[in-house]
């Protein structure tokens, strides 16, 4: 299949597309690198260093002989995406190339503005390129486990069966975001679900839980290969932040209680997921979801369980519970349902001891790189 790969200089972006190409596909990648300009605009970095994207797909050709082409832009400029599906004629899009932090969207009105602008009409752009040059290209949109929220009954995969007044009907699945980003995920589903009804387009959502680790087979292969690996109070996530604050001798930042549950999954499963939903496309005018996670845990739970191995492993971690800066549930049901991706073949890669002392000991490689100052969390969302 020709696959394009938007945000493909990204964190799960960069291994998609590596294992895509591995497994035979043609590749192409779109990025603008806001990502990167977004590290010099914190004053952060990723853990890794990483080399450009240039050097990247150089070094790929070099130890497999598999090009991967590059087109450095924006989503948000209309005439260089049309070029770009001129150009590829793709068979599936994989779109991850959004702002992707929470705590980025809540800095103030600016970067609020700025996530929901950059998200929503870079997808409205996606869409209404499909329509005009690819109409049977397959859109495969990254969505966030969070458009759900934290509801006090069981969620489902994109869809719910509701019955009211004596009436049936099967209805997208209310949502319920906790960020001004996890907002522009739910618009970008929203706009997914009408395009597909007026113009027939096929498109499936990824709804995806938080991802941890780094390394994939290929990302492996060369230091050049390495992929980004976030620690920072902005674009860090849960696990990964608990394992790079244990190997540097910060304190484990547990936000309020920790009893905030989330879908995860460890991104070698993250790049499965997407050759699974490029293999199995969505009919003409269907918006398929599927729930892309492996596990729940709390964040407490995670702590505990990072504290145990850093522990095995010689250090002297210390769980801190801090004032949340996040306004979220703290103590709540959460319950998921994530069979559609199993269903399809996803063999997960699950969380335990060994995956997290894996992870540890690469980060412990680079401790010199942490920014210290940008560790704890400064970005309050009140
Ligand atoms: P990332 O920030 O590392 O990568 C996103 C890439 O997209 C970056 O390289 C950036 O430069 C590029 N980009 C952003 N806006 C663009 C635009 N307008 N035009 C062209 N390129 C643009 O993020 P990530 O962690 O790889 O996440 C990828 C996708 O997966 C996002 O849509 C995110 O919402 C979703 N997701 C991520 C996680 C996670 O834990 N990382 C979990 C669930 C969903
Ligand atoms: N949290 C802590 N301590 C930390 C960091 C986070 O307790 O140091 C808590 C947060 O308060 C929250 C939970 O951990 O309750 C998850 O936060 P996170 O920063 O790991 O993830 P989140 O902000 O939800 O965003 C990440 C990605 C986003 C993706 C989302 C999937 O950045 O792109 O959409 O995970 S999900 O959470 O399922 O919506």
Redesign the pocket.
């Known amino acids: 299949m020709n696959i394009i790969v938007a945000g493909g200089d990204g964190f799960c972006g960069w291994p998609t597309a590596l294992y895509l190409s591995k497994q035979g596909h043609d590749v192409s990648i779109i990025d603008n690198m806001i990502r990167r300009e977004m590290d010099n605009e914190l004053h952060s970095n990723s853990l890794t260093p990483i080399a450009s994207l240039k050097e990247r797909v150089a070094k790929w050709k070099e130890l497999t002989g598999k090009e991967i082409r590059t087109y450095e832009g924006d989503l948000n400029h209309y005439d260089f995406l049309r070029q770009v599906l001129m150009t590829e004629e793709p068979d599936a899009f994989v779109h991850f190339a959004e702002q ?3 705590p980025y969207s809540m800095i103030d009105r600016e970067h609020a503005v700025f996530t929901q602008t950059n998200n929503v009409a870079g997808n409205l752009n996606v869409l209404y390129g499909i329509k005009e040059i690819v109409p049977d290209c397959h859109l495969i949109k990254l969505g ?3 458009e759900y929220g934290t509801p006090n009954i069981p969620i489902e995969e994109g869809y719910i069966e509701i019955e009211h007044k004596g009436r049936k009907d099967v209805l997208p699945y209310p949502k319920q975001p906790g960020s001004f980003y ?1 907002l522009s995920k739910v618009h970008d589903s929203h706009n997914i679900t009408f395009a597909c009804k007026i113009w027939g387009i096929r498109a499936t959502d990824l709804n ?3 991802v941890y680790g780094l390394d994939t087979d290929e990302t492996k292969m060369d230091p050049i290969l390495a992929n980004r690996l976030d620690y920072d109070g902005v674009f860090g ?2 696990l990964n ?1 608990f394992i790079i604050q244990s190997a540097t001798g910060h304190d484990v ?3 309020g209680k ?1 009893g ?1 549950t ?2 995860f999954l460890n991104i070698k499963d993250t790049v499965r997921c997407i050759e699974i939903a490029a293999e199995n496309p969505a009919d003409k005018g269907e918006f398929q979801v599927f729930n892309q996670f492996t596990e729940e845990f709390s ?1 407490g739970e995670l702590a505990d369980k990072v504290k145990k191995v850093a522990q095995e492993e010689g250090l002297t971690p210390n769980v801190a519970y801090l004032d ?1 800066p ?1 306004v ?1 549930q703290e103590e709540h049901f959460f319950e998921a349902v994530n069979t559609k991706l199993r269903d399809l073949g996803l063999e997960p890669h699950l969380l335990d001891d060994g995956v997290i002392r894996e992870i540890l000991h690469t980060v412990m490689q680079h401790n010199d790189r942490v920014i210290q100052e940008n560790v704890m ?1 400064q970005v309050s969302w009140k």
């Open positions: 992707r932090s929470a966030t486990m969070g996890h995806q839980g938080v996530t849960a932040r930042t547990v936000y920790g905030q989330r879908g964040v949340n996040r979220e969390p």
